[in-house]
């Protein structure tokens, strides 16, 4: 197993990452790669939820099983709640291994903390997709949730399947299968052309992540940008005074978050309470107007990490994450060139014109902030 104690897979030659920007891009290409498999399908997702995508998905699930290939799908129980029975009939009926994660218990009150919040499709060990993305159809619409997926192909795609298929074997008490589709190239092709460094980098829920230390690393590390998009910013000690010094040494930090359209209005509420001593070192922050930021997007110089973590100390105690680190000039300056279209689609939050907010802000802010506080606390003693 190529996996060290670290939590993180070796850094891969020869990969090629590819931006993916919201459901009517995102969705048509996972789409795509699902109906040309020729052998396995491996899915892992938290949230999944019945309506007209997971209908589209039904459909060439189905049509791929039928044609023999192997597909394996790892759900999770609390995110797939509002995936209804007969979606549920009619994916196991159709031959598919499917498996929930963690199923919720009243009995099991602190083993029911612990989620998959990963998001892995792996096609043939050939194609991979990741990011923030779930099955639902909260990303199609009039105002869909702004998220970012990646298309990986190379070396590194064959990581994503093994992190897969150790979540599956725990799951089904099935050993992986031996044989295995190889990503690399025949002997007597030349390699592909792709000039990317990669590397999966996950956590199975602990106070040692390897992705927030790798993060830590990179911003200690910076020579200019540090740009960090995220749904959740409820941040470590670390983190807040990794920012805070970066910018302190004139590094251009900026944090995209989400402003009042969020699914969760309270950890906004306790996100804020963070945004003055931030300001005022001279971080950078944007509140992305319009619809929700549920990206999950780090951008540090060359090295960009996308995936699944929100990188807020609740997740990443609890849940099984997933991000793929990237270092490629090209493909560091598309996830710039995004970013900086969600700037202009962001409200900037000045510290003298935040300073000047209502009680009733700081309030939410002194309220939400005390509980996160106590929930900090009290998962500490579990």
Known sequence: MPVNNRNAFPWRQHCKAQLLVDGKRFYPAILDAIRQAQHTIFIEMYLVESGGVMDRFIQALDRRAQQGVDIKLIFDAFGSLKLNN?????????????????????????????????????????????????????????????????????????????????????????????????????????????????????????????????????IYHSRHTIWLTTAYFIPTRKLRRALQRAAYRGKDVRLLLPGEITDHPAVVSASRRYYSRLLRHGVRIYEYQGRFMHAKVTLVDDWSSIGSSNMDRWNLKWNLEANQEVID??????????????????????????????????????????????????????
């Open 86 to 218: 007969t979606d549920r009939q009619t994916l196991q009926q159709a031959g598919i291994e499917l498996f929930f994660y963690n199923p919720v218990r009243l009995t099991r009150f602190k083993h029911n903390l612990h989620r998959t919040h990963r998001k892995i499709i792996v096609i043939d060990n050939h194609i991979a997709f990741t990011g923030g993305a779930g099955i639902s159809d909260h990303f199609e619409g009039e105002k869909p949730w702004r998220e970012t997926m990646l298309k990986i192909r190379g070396e590194v795609v064959t990581d994503w399947q093994q992190l897969f298929l150790i979540n599956f074997q725990q799951l089904s008490k099935i050993p992986p299968p031996t044989a295995s589709f190889s990503n690399q190239s025949p002997p007597g092709v030349p390699r592909p052309s792709h000039t990317a460094r990669a590397r999966v980098v996950y956590s199975n829920g602990g106070r040692k992540v390897s992705l927030k230390r790798s993060l830590l690393k990179r």
């Open 329 to 382: 000039p090209r493909f560091a300056t598309a996830v710039q060139h995004m970013l900086a279209s969600d700037f202009e689609h962001s409200k900037e939050i000045h510290y003298k014109v935040w300073r000047q907010r209502s009680r009733w802000q700081r309030f939410k802010e002194w309220l939400w902030g005390n509980v996160d506080l106590w929930l900090t606390r009290w998962q500490e003693r579990l």
